[in-house]
T-cell receptor, first 114, second 113 residues
């Protein structure tokens, strides 16, 4: 069965440090996409970054990068030079191309300390 | 800018009093979704529309219904809200194929008194 696992319920990180949020997934579909979303306390779900299963290079979007290790079925989010505004809940999600619905991880609450 | 809009942002209703939440999109996406999200949990899909085709999740209570009168608008009706229905309700849209992600509205926080 499809599954997304985020093993870190919460993390504290010092401002300006890099942070890695873990995500592992399980699927038997050869074609799938992996997504990271940020949800601040305001509640809006903000799309951050996408990685396709056939993409050869790791996705990057500004300070966000996705460390995609296909053999290990992991898709960790890396935030460089963390800022106070990065404090939020972060969700990893997967969509198999045979089914356009998202499968969600439980989320990681990230708190950036000044 | 193309976007997903939800109204109202906050909704207070009484136990058992019907309530309707609305969602509109300017992205012209074929698929629209309604999620329920309780505190510190992942969003839970209630149902989605692929064009006019309605798809209900197996565990969505009968108390929840939805309407999509056209491509741009989708409504969530809660016929008799209970205290357990207090949550954030998120609307999202996407194209059905390819790398397109789901784009979310700002959500409606529902409080049931």
């Amino acid at each position: 069965a499809q599954k997304i696992t985020q093993t870190q319920p919460g993390m504290f990180v010092q401002e300006k440090e890099a942070v890695t949020l873990d995500c592992t997934y399980d699927t038997s579909d050869p074609s799938y996409g992996l997504f990271w979303y940020k949800q601040p306390s305001s509640g809006e779900m903000i799309f951050l970054i996408y990685q396709g299963s056939y993409d050869q290079q790791n996705a990057t979007e500004g300070r966000y990068s996705l460390n995609f290790q296909k053999a290990r079925k992991s898709a960790n989010l890396v935030i460089s030079a963390s800022q106070l505004g990065d404090s939020a809940m972060y969700f990893c999600a997967m969509r198999e191309d045979s089914n356009y619905q998202l499968i969600w991880g439980a989320g990681t609450k990230l708190i950036i300390k000044p | 800018d193309a976007m997903v809009i939800q109204n109202p942002r906050y909704q207070v209703t009484q136990f058992g009093k019907p309530v309707t939440l609305s969602c509109s999109q300017t992205l012209n996406h074929n698929v629209m979704y309604w999620y329920q999200q309780k505190s510190s949990q992942a969003p839970k899909l209630l149902f989605h529309y692929y064009d006019k085709d309605f798809n209900n999740e197996a565990d969505t209570p009968d108390n929840f219904q939805s309407r999509r009168p056209n491509t741009s608008f989708c409504f969530l009706d809660i016929r008799s809200p209970g205290l357990g229905d207090a949550a954030m309700y998120l609307c999202a849209t996407s194209e059905p194929q390819g790398p397109e992600t789901q784009y979310f509205g700002p959500g409606t926080r529902l409080l049931v008194l």
